[in-house]
């Protein structure tokens, strides 16, 4: 019942101050003889409303989304050597997947590989990596869009440009250089 005491409090409160500030008063120019329950109401919805707040466990299905996308991260599972090979994999099984099996696929690897590893270190690895995160973006959204050529086409760039990183420049080391530029095709292909 903790869990669920401040809402229920909180909630339970506000409904009965509002029926009972909803009765207008018999004489004009008096107050309602329902003021003391609306009162009573919002006596109870404010400390209802604070120990709802203090609650640190989500409500009614949330999920926090750092729950949603922890996955492998730097040093457990291989980093970006890891996001690389799962998009390698799924590369090779391209021909024999559906658009739907694919989109799911991808949505795996952004969340167990690409978000992590992207908030942890978000500047790290500089425009490569940025640039291999737009593209399986762009993957996933043309897999859901049901543009298999499209699709293949990102996911072909993504793996390029992720690729390209060398070792010494990954999210784990933290150590981008200035020489560290985006490789691949331009982020908009069909601007000259």
């Known amino acids: 019942m903790s869990k669920y005491g401040g809402p229920v409090l909180c909630l339970s409160g506000i409904l009965l101050a509002l029926t009972a500030a909803a009765k207008p008063p018999l004489v004009a120019g008096q107050w309602p003889d329902t003021l003391p329950y609306a009162l009573g109401g919002l006596a109870l919805a404010l400390p209802g409303l604070f120990w709802w707040r203090r609650s640190a466990t989500p409500l009614w299905g949330e999920t926090g989304q750092a729950e949603e996308e922890s996955g492998p991260v730097a040093g457990e599972g291989g980093g970006l050597e890891g996001c690389v090979a799962a998009l390698q994999a799924l590369e090779e099984r391209l021909p024999s997947l559906t658009l739907p099996e694919i989109a799911d696929r991808l949505e795996e690897i952004n969340t167990a590989w690409v978000v992590p590893l992207s908030r942890r270190h978000p ?70």
Request: charged share 20%; with cysteine.
């Open 123 to 192: 500047s790290a690895p500089g425009p490569r990596f940025a640039q291999g995160e737009l593209w399986i973006n762009r993957a996933r959204s043309a897999a859901g869009d049901r543009h298999l050529a499209e699709t293949r086409r990102a996911l072909r760039w993504a793996l390029e440009s992720l690729a390209a990183i060398p070792p010494a420049v990954t999210p784990v080391t933290g150590t981008a250089s200035r020489t560290d530029r985006a490789v691949g095709p331009p982020v908009n292909p069909s601007c000259p």
